[in-house]
Structures are given as C-alpha cells and as structure tokens.
C-alpha cells in the first residue's frame, strides 16, 4: 500500500503561483510513476501532469505546458506541482496519484493509489 497526502492548496490571485507537495509513505519502491489530476467545478477529473518515479521523465496536459511543472525529491518521497501564471480556469481540486505499471498515463486508469484532493482557486 501507498499513502498520499497533498499540501500547499488554496486562493490565489490570477497570474499568481502556488507550488503543491504530495508526501508519499508505504512500499513507494514499487512505483512507476507519479502525477497530478484536477477535477474543476461541476467537471470531470482530468490528468494534469506525470513523471516517472525513476528517470524523471515528464508529460504534461496542453492545458498547462509551460505554465506548471512537475518534479519529485526521491530523499524525500515527494512529489511537486510548481504551478505559475495561474487562470481562473485553474480552479479545481487537484489529486496527487501514484501508479504501479506502464500504461496510459494519461488516464485515471493508470494509477493505482489516490490522495484526498486539495482545493485551488484562482480569482480573478
């Protein structure tokens, strides 16, 4: 099992920065991969960015290359979201998550551990 907990959440102003952590505990040397989902008001969850645990290799959604970056610390089984230039359309509550095997990263499938979410909101 992997445990997850998110932490830097909350209001911001438009063109601001927030930089979001997840802590990961538990049997982390199984993991292929990290990433981060968002799930905006009234929408469905969708896949922000991901980066292999080992390699470091990252992908992002067109939605916000080049405004968010994702990074991980293996010292500190952490992985972050640095998250610049923010939009109101950023508002959501984003979800750390932590997948096991190759595969879509893309898609919630993939991942197979799931933190609680955390609240962002960007005013205009």
């Known amino acids: 099992q992997v445990q997850l907990v998110e932490s830097g959440g909350g209001l911001v102003q438009a063109g601001g920065s927030l930089r979001l952590s997840c802590a990961t505990s538990g049997r982390t040397f199984n993991l292929n991969h990290m990433g981060w989902f968002r799930q905006p008001p009234g929408k469905e969850r969708e896949f922000v960015a991901r980066?292999?645990?080992?390699?470091?290799?990252?992908y992002y959604a067109d939605s916000v290359k080049g405004r968010f970056t994702i990074s991980r610390d293996n010292a500190k089984n952490t992985v972050y979201l640095q998250m610049n230039s923010l939009k109101p359309e950023d508002t959501a509550v984003y979800y750390c998550?932590?997948?096991?095997?190759?595969?879509?990263?893309?898609?919630?499938?993939?991942?197979?551990?799931w933190g609680q979410g955390i609240q962002v909101t960007v005013s205009s």
């Open positions: 998550a932590a997948g096991l095997y190759v595969g879509d990263y893309s898609s919630a499938r993939a991942y197979n551990y």
């Open positions: 980066i292999r645990w080992s390699g470091g290799s990252t």
